[in-house]
């Protein structure tokens, strides 16, 4: 009996995702991520304080580097919670915090979920999205991000090579690369903004009904939630038809917190 | 910022902490690669859920389809931003364009660096610490710990109004942060007419685009940045 708690016991057919999708052995793979990830930014920080005073950066300046990076995420740190806790359900904890939360993005891996989930001709909650589904989806979605991080594994060295060699040879390319980069970026993700911000009702509609997760009245949601969330699953479905679709129309690995609205 | 006095001293301390983090970057970026995976496979193959391999890979080919070509285009993108070292953080890290990016710049006009400089890679490493610290904090207790329990207490309209507004007023804001802290005219028109072509012309006309909408306004405001450069003007690779 009490392996049998430890160890998640799937049922392929069932619909309960929480009982599995919340399994201690996924909580502590979601608590290691986090734990990587630390230790990377306390490594990391050691590094840059050894590095600074020799290019003309004084300890002060970074520590206020840090300190400007820390504020300026607040906002989107809580827009991504938030999205999160609206995800929960699909999803369930470890899932939303490593996939979503971390790694990916709630764009990137909810639109994987729910092409995974078309594949074996499911959709993301309702009763076709069972326990074998929310499996292969979630498989599917990691595997995808693992890809992320090989060909990021792969092409930083190369690309690192290559700047080297044309800052060599031209340093005005060097000079002038990153900012006309991030310039391009930030323009091309500000102005992304502007249609969508322009028909607040358009995606209002849409948001409400995607959000049958969240419910509005002061009840107790998570044993709603538990119990398989009843009436919100049609609803619910019809509107990962739609994110499917908005999907393929504006994708974004991490436009997260905007994907939704089309 | 003029060019250092100890250049050798400084290409050397640089170089050593390029070889430190990418050492760092590449090891903690495969532990949690495996970590990633260990989940999926534990409740894929060994919770009896009978699934079968050729479940997995046809959905995986369906997301590779939609996602494959991203998997090379963001890497491409990002690099010349972030530098070597932050590579590795903001792929794990993830949520790169909404929140990584906008705490890299911020820092680094806070300081006055700008990107691709040896202070901008340090200040955008330290400001992606920075945001990693508050938002593993704010995933770790607002979700992990208290997620089940807000969810009944959050209402709809205000997951709507972050999602509606938060991108867009922080976007517009490290976007203008950004023009002040470049002070390159001929960079800032090109992208801005180019993002606008994109979104307003390309983009309605061919929806498939959008996916890439990004990736082709970097790369295209690169070139045209490159090519239309004001000749006259001497560039240098430091600040």
């Known amino acids: ?18 009982a599995l999708a919340n399994s201690p052995v996924l909580r502590l793979c979601a608590l290691g991520v986090f734990a990587v990830i630390f230790v990377q930014c306390v490594l990391y920080k050691r590094a840059v304080k050894k590095a600074a005073p020799h290019v003309d950066m004084p300890l002060a300046e970074v520590k206020e580097s840090f300190r400007a990076g820390a504020v300026a995420s607040i906002g989107p740190s809580l827009a991504v919670v938030l999205v999160a806790i609206a995800l929960l359900a699909l999803f369930g904890t470890p899932a939303v915090l490593v996939r979503i939360g971390l790694i990916g993005s709630a764009a990137a891996e909810t639109g994987s979920a729910s092409i995974s989930a078309s594949t074996m001709g ?19 979605m990691s595997l995808s991000g693992a890809i992320w991080m090989i060909c990021t594994l ?8 290559g700047g080297n060699n044309l800052a060599k040879r031209n340093p005005a390319v060097m000079a002038l690369v990153p900012t006309a980069a991030l310039l391009g970026a930030f323009s091309a993700l500000t102005i992304a903004e502007l249609p969508k911000v322009q028909r607040p009702h358009d995606s209002g509609l849409h948001l409400r009904g995607h959000d049958g997760l969240v ?3 002061g ?31 504006r994708n974004h690995h991490d436009c997260d917190t905007t994907t939704f609205q089309r | 910022m003029t060019a250092t006095p100890q250049l050798s001293s400084a290409d050397a301390s640089i170089e050593r902490f390029e070889k430190q983090t990418s050492r760092y970057g590449r090891n903690t970026m495969i532990i949690g690669l495996v970590l ?27 997301v590779a389809g939609t996602f494959g070509v991203l998997w090379i285009v963001e890497p491409l993108t990002y690099f010349p931003i972030l530098g070597s070292a932050a590579m590795y953080q903001a792929f794990m890290i993830g949520n790169i364009s909404n929140k990584l990016l906008p ?38 207790l607002l979700v992990g710990l208290l997620g089940t329990w807000l969810v009944s207490l959050i209402p709809a309209e205000i997951t709507d109004v972050a999602r509606l507004y938060i991108l867009p007023s922080l976007m517009g804001a490290v976007l203008v942060q950004s023009i002040v802290a470049m002070k390159s005219l001929r960079p800032t028109v090109i992208a801005i007419v ?27 405001s690169t070139v045209f940045s490159w090519v239309l450069r004001d000749r006259k003007k001497t560039y240098t690779s430091e600040s």
Do not use: N
Not at chain 1, 4 to 17: E, K, L, V
Not at chain 1, 154 to 161: Q, R
Not at chain 2, 43 to 60: C, D, K, P, Q, R
Not at chain 2, 205 to 219: G, K
């Open chain 1, 122 to 140: 499911a959709a993301l909650g309702g009763e076709t999205y069972t326990q074998q589904v929310f499996g292969v989806a979630f498989m599917a």
């Open chain 1, 215 to 217: 419910p509005l009245s």
């Open chain 1, 219 to 249: 009840q107790d949601a998570s044993a709603q939630m538990a119990e398989g969330m009843g009436v919100g699953y049609f609803h619910r479905r019809l509107d990962y038809c739609r994110l499917f679709l908005a999907y393929r129309l």
């Open chain 1, 154 to 161: 792969i092409m930083t060295p190369l690309l690192k090579k």
């Open chain 1, 1 to 18: 009996m009490k392996a049998q708690q430890i160890m998640a016991a799937g049922d392929p057919g069932s619909t309960d995702i929480w």
């Open chain 2, 36 to 62: 990633s995976l260990i989940g999926p496979i534990y409740i894929a193959f060994f919770s009896g859920l009978e699934i079968t391999g050729s479940m997995v890979w046809v959905a995986f080919l369906a």
């Open chain 2, 103 to 140: 705490a890299a710049i911020v820092a680094q006009s806070t300081i006055g660096a700008k990107p691709g400089t040896k202070r901008g890679d340090l200040a955008a490493v330290m400001a992606i610490c920075g945001a990693a610290t508050v938002h593993l904090t704010s995933l770790l």
């Open chain 2, 194 to 220: 180019l993002a606008l072509l994109m979104t307003f012309v390309f983009v309605p006309l061919a929806p498939s685009l959008a996916m890439f909408a990004t990736a082709i306004v970097v790369i295209c």
